[in-house]
């Protein structure tokens, strides 16, 4: 079982650039299809990004493709999520997550592990 931890987010105004981070431990992300989703108020929790352990590939929501880059480092054990040219329509609480089945999933309920979720706010 792996247990994931997001830094801390952030307020950043439009434009400007945030990167998340999700560490993992108990197991290495490569056993794991990892993505990352977002939920703003009122709304429910949405696809933002996700990558394949299987060939490394990855895949983003029109809404974000483009602007944000999600990487994984081996050695650190660690995935990211490079966000840039933010607007405000990214304000929302963002999580990342494993999943053990292969197939790369765009829906939440398809990942087994969760991290706590960070706040992003961008200001207009």
């Known amino acids: 079982q792996v247990q994931l931890v997001e830094s801390v987010g952030g307020l950043v105004q439009a434009g400007g650039s945030l990167r998340l981070s999700c560490a993992a431990s108990?197991?290495?992300?490569?056993?794991?299809?990892m993505g990352w989703f977002r939920q703003a108020p009122g709304k429910e929790r949405e696809f933002v990004a996700a990558?394949?352990?299987?060939?490394?590939?990855?895949y983003y929501a029109d809404s974000v493709k483009g602007r944000f880059t999600i990487s994984r480092d081996n050695a650190k054990n660690t995935l990211y999520l490079q966000m840039n040219s933010l607007k405000p329509e990214d304000t929302a609480v963002y999580y990342c997550a494993a999943d053990s089945d292969y197939g790369l999933g765009l829906s939440p309920g398809q990942y087994d592990y969760w991290g706590q979720g960070t706040q992003v706010t961008v200001s207009s």
């Open positions: 108990g197991r290495t992300l490569s056993s794991y299809d």
């Open positions: 990558f394949s352990r299987r060939d490394t590939s990855t």
